[in-house]
């Protein structure tokens, strides 16, 4: 799960900083998606035990990773397909609402650089909500 929090730390910075608002701004951009350093500091600042801080961190990175709070799930794959006409109905389950797994094929599929396939799934996420 941490390779959610270091590919899309920029992204989630701004909702790290919600989620524990007694975590600066240079300690966030000190972090850079470091899983390990930001259960370190939340233990540090919130004295959680490691499970604690641990369980806090991946319930951040559900959240982002996870689509479907858009919407349920059959309909957003419909939703997805028809918005990128490429999409099979079998990669659309692959994909089962993860926007890492969206970027990626996006990369992979139509040729798209990380930022390009992350900035059109939050297009996509904006449009359809």
Same mark, same amino acid.
């Given at each position: 799960?941490?390779? @959610?929090?270091?590919?899309?730390?920029?992204?989630?910075?701004? &909702?790290? !900083?919600?989620?524990? *608002?007694?975590?600066?701004?240079?300690?966030?951009?000190?972090?850079? *998606?470091?899983?390990?350093?930001?259960?370190?500091?939340?233990?540090?600042?919130?004295?959680?035990? @490691? &499970? &604690?801080?641990?369980?806090?961190?991946?319930?951040?990175?559900?959240?982002?990773?996870?689509?479907?709070? +858009?919407? &349920?799930?059959?309909?957003?794959?419909?939703?997805?397909?028809?918005?990128?006409?490429?999409?099979?109905?079998?990669?659309?389950?692959?994909?089962?609402? +993860?926007?890492?797994?969206?970027?990626?094929? $996006? !990369?992979?599929? $139509?040729?798209?650089?990380? +930022? !390009?396939?992350?900035?059109?799934?939050? !297009?996509?996420?904006?449009?359809? +909500?």
């Amino acid at each position: 799960m941490s390779e @959610i929090l270091n590919g899309y730390w920029n992204e989630l910075k701004g &909702e790290a !900083q919600k989620t524990w *608002g007694k975590l600066t701004h240079n300690e966030l951009d000190q972090i850079a *998606g470091d899983a390990k350093k930001l259960e370190g500091l939340l233990q540090q600042k919130y004295g959680h035990s @490691i &499970e &604690e801080a641990r369980k806090e961190v991946n319930k951040l990175q559900d959240r982002y990773d996870n689509m479907t709070y +858009s919407g &349920e799930w059959n309909q957003l794959k419909g939703k997805m397909q028809k918005y990128w006409g490429e999409i099979t109905e079998n990669e659309a389950d692959k994909i089962n609402g +993860s926007r890492t797994r969206l970027v990626g094929l $996006l !990369q992979e599929k $139509l040729g798209k650089t990380r +930022s !390009q396939a992350l900035e059109e799934v939050d !297009q996509f996420l904006k449009k359809i +909500s």
